[in-house]
């Protein structure tokens, strides 16, 4: 009953101090922020115009517990570089459980990318997890650190880091999956798990499209993967290869009958340039459900509506899935087909739970110097329950 209390207290100082703050007039995730894949790396986007002082506003999302204290300042007038965003959340979904989630940018300068951090921590009487995403030029890294004495599992720690987002995701796809997926699901950024256009492709090579056209300029072009020349091979290659995913296409649906090695060896080549995963992967993906649900974010309409004609065959059943829609109306197409196949865990919801009322006195309203990088958001509670 005494970590009950204790985090009572903290829920209704949390409160209190973000319930002082301005409003800001936003009741949706994508009013404050959007995250997009641009090379390779997760590029902040907003359309917040930026303020320029350091103090917080609050916002009341739909779907979140809590409000959120957010900040979004330019600290150096006429200076889009002097930049700095800010999201604070803390949740208490039962009377048991504290969840923060804070995420933080700026822009590294120089054309350099994105600096962006974002940390989640949810603990329980008997758990803790704490995830860490960290993004700079050249790298990303997500640092996990977890234990249950439920379970009997002692504290454990997980470093996995590549050159970018994309390289993580590809190479840590269970850290990923486990640990980042839920974050972002939170900050309604789940279309930054759209997989690459080819990586859809190779999946969905079978039903792919190939017009009469595209199968003619492969075919003109065969005989020339076979010249005496090695510079009229290799154009022709090229030239293949510049038919994209349409000319892959044909390729694979080829009758290679007659054809000599050097042409084998030069169409294997070609289709190779569209390949993002393993052959067996890619199999396993053709009739996996949340992979053809994440095609949805796609903005190639092809993969969209030959993931959505397959989904029905995968599930057994018809579904409610318009590809052609906008992306807003897909995402909550998806975020629905996917709580279908997922259900999440059931907890009391924050409604119906007895909160004791007796927050501590806190200021009307805290703000921080107009300092750089530093954060603007009120002083919330630091202290965490045993």
Known sequence: MERRGVLARQR????????????????????L??????????????????????EGRKAKIDGLLSPVAVIYVQYVAN???????????????????????????????????DELSIEHTEQTSHSFLRVFYRQGPGMA????????????RTMGSENCTERDFVTLRQRHPSEVEQYLRPIFHKLGQDVIFAPDANTAWQVLAGDWPVSKEISDKVARLLPQLNDPQSKVRNAAADHLADLG??????????????????QNVRLDEVISRFRRVAILEAKRLEWNADFLLDCQYCGDETVRTLAA??????????????????????????????????PPAT????????????PPN??????????????????LPTTRPS
């Open 141 to 152: 890294r997500v640092l996990i650190f977890s234990n249950d004495t439920a379970n009997d």
């Open 347 to 358: 907890r009391p919801a924050d409604r119906d739970i007895d909160w004791p009322a007796s």
């Open 12 to 31: 209704a100082h949390y409160l209190q101090t973000v319930e002082s703050l301005p409003p800001l007039e936003k009741h949706r995730m994508t009013d």
């Open 309 to 342: 004609d397959r989904l029905p065959r995968v599930l057994g059943h018809s579904i409610a899935l318009d590809p052609t829609t906008a992306e807003t109306a897909r995402v909550e197409a998806v975020d629905q087909l996917r709580k279908q196949l997922h």
């Open 245 to 262: 995913r349409d000319g892959a296409s044909a390729i694979v649906r080829l009758d290679r009958q007659g054809l000599t090695l050097e």
């Open 79 to 113: 200076n889009p570089a002097a930049r700095q965003f800010e999201f604070k959340l803390e949740e208490y979904p039962d009377p048991e459980t504290y969840c923060q989630l804070h995420m933080q940018w700026q822009p590294a300068g120089g054309g350099r990318g």
């Open 362 to 379: 806190a200021p009307a309203r805290l703000s921080l110097p107009n300092a750089p990088f530093r954060s603007g958001i009120p002083a």
């Open 33 to 54: 922020l959007q995250l997009r894949v641009e090379h390779g790396q997760l590029a902040f986007h907003t359309p917040l115009a930026p303020w320029p002082d350091f």
